[in-house]
């Protein structure tokens, strides 16, 4: 994070960490949010923390609470979704590197590594066999966050963490989706006509079959790279999250996306090669009905995707 991104930040957030009653002193603004940073950035342990610090535990536990509450408390100024002019910027920015049209957002989700919590942690082991929690996220072209939903146990789908999550009721809405336009996502998630999904390769895919899903895939990396700066900024969310409150965790990392779009948009870089996250798609369950519909909404889908199939250019040749 750059000077002036600190120095921005900082001042949006600074009355928030004051005092509001005569009592104790506290640590100044800048110097919580130095240390928040610092808890975010690194892996490093809280002892250390309070050496470099010299604040004791309690102290850095409660600014770290604190700043963390202050930076999620800009999530609706900062992560939001495309709106008026936002819509044709964001559908042209998918369009310049992927050919393919009105692309609304890039869907994903990804797993934060958690130690193992006290209450269920069966519930918190996800198919890599680690203790996690997920976050479901949309991003833009620039891989800039536009929702973020976080805190459900790792063992969830992806299909269903995105049930439990409000864009679910986005689709169908023109309001969300303006002018047909649809989000993108991997094999993961059903079929919607305001959700684009790859044709399942059965080994007899058609050619403009295999050019839709490589241009789906061009799309998609958006979102893979939002994932990997992320965790490429926030050092503390790329190995084990030193965290053993669970109810913490959504905020934090919450005020993580929040500081990420804020360097996206302030324009500071950082060397997405050394953080991509690795690609996978994850399978659809075989055994279970992830999202009723009428047949009707299926059949526009479907109609839908073979249109853009059959309209894209041939990129794969």
Not at 38 to 61: G, H, N, Q
Request: contains cysteine.
């Amino acid at each position: 994070m750059s000077r002036e991104t600190f120095e921005y930040v900082l001042g949006v957030i600074a009355n928030k960490l004051k005092r509001r009653h005569p009592g104790l002193q506290m640590i100044t603004p800048e110097k919580q949010f130095l240390l928040a940073i610092w808890r975010m950035a690194t892996p490093d342990s809280y002892r250390s923390i309070c050496e470099k610090f010299d604040v004791s535990r309690a102290t850095a536990l409660l600014t770290v609470r604190r700043v963390t509450k202050a930076l999620a408390s800009l999530a609706p100024a900062v992560i939001r979704w495309p709106r008026n002019d936002g819509v044709q910027v964001v559908w042209g920015g998918f369009e310049a590197i992927s050919a393919f049209p009105k692309v609304l957002g890039a869907i994903d989700g990804t797993h934060f590594h958690i130690p193992a919590p006290k209450n269920n942690p069966e519930a918190y082991v996800n198919r890599k066999k680690y203790h996690s929690i997920q976050m479901q996220g949309i991003c833009d072209h620039k891989a800039r966050f536009l929702h973020c939903y976080v805190g459900h146990v790792g063992s969830l789908h992806d299909q269903r963490v995105f049930r439990l999550s409000e864009v679910k009721d986005f689709l169908g809405d023109e309001r969300k989706f303006p002018n047909d336009s649809h989000l993108v996502g991997d094999a993961a998630y059903k079929l919607h006509s305001n959700l684009m999904v790859p044709y399942r390769d059965n080994g007899h895919l058609t050619q403009r079959q295999n050019n839709f899903n490589f241009c789906l895939s061009s799309a998609r990396i958006s979102i893979e790279r939002a994932f990997g700066l992320l965790k490429g900024r926030f050092r503390s969310l790329l190995h084990c999250l030193p965290m053993t409150d669970t109810a913490e965790i959504p905020q934090f990392v919450l005020a993580c996306c929040v500081l990420h779009n804020i360097c996206i948009l302030h324009g500071d870089d950082l060397n997405e090669a050394l953080f991509e996250e690795p690609r996978e798609e994850e399978a659809v369950p075989p055994n279970i009905d992830l999202q009723a519909g009428h047949l009707n909404d299926q059949d526009a889908a479907h109609y839908k995707r073979d249109t853009i199939c059959e309209r894209l250019i041939l990129r794969n040749v």
